[in-house]
């Protein structure tokens, strides 16, 4: 299997682990694009948004609740956060397992780049 977020769940890769459960695990990102930058993916491997079937409804919808409370945890509830998925290369996704952004702790700027 060469999907790097597959080794990470396997812990082939090291990681900074912040959450997880038997569906999902949420991680420090390497290169973190604010003070809180957490991945949050499936175990489910499954490449992109627009793979998505009827059957992985309710694990999309884990990502976002894993997402909420870590967000919580973290301290920027109040102050706000952002979620992101990247889809395909004009959003410029690198990794191919689908992968939800948790970005938060300063002020992001909208519209994104
Ligand atoms: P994408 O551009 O595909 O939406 O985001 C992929 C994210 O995964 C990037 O923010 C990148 O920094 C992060 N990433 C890539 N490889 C690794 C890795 O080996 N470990 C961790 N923790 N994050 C990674
Ligand atoms: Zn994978």
Known sequence: ?????CKIIEKE???????EDSEVIAFNDI???????????PKKHIEKISDITSED???IGKLIFTAKNIAKEKGISESGYRLVFN???DAGQAVFHIHLHLL?????NWPPG
């Open 1 to 5: 299997m060469e999907c790097i977020f």
């Open 57 to 59: 409804i309710d694990i």
């Open 87 to 89: 889809c395909n290369k």
């Open 31 to 41: 290169i973190p694009q604010a003070p809180v930058h957490i991945i949050i993916i």
């Open 13 to 19: 890769i090291p990681s900074v682990i912040v959450y």
């Open 104 to 108: 938060g702790g300063r002020k992001l």
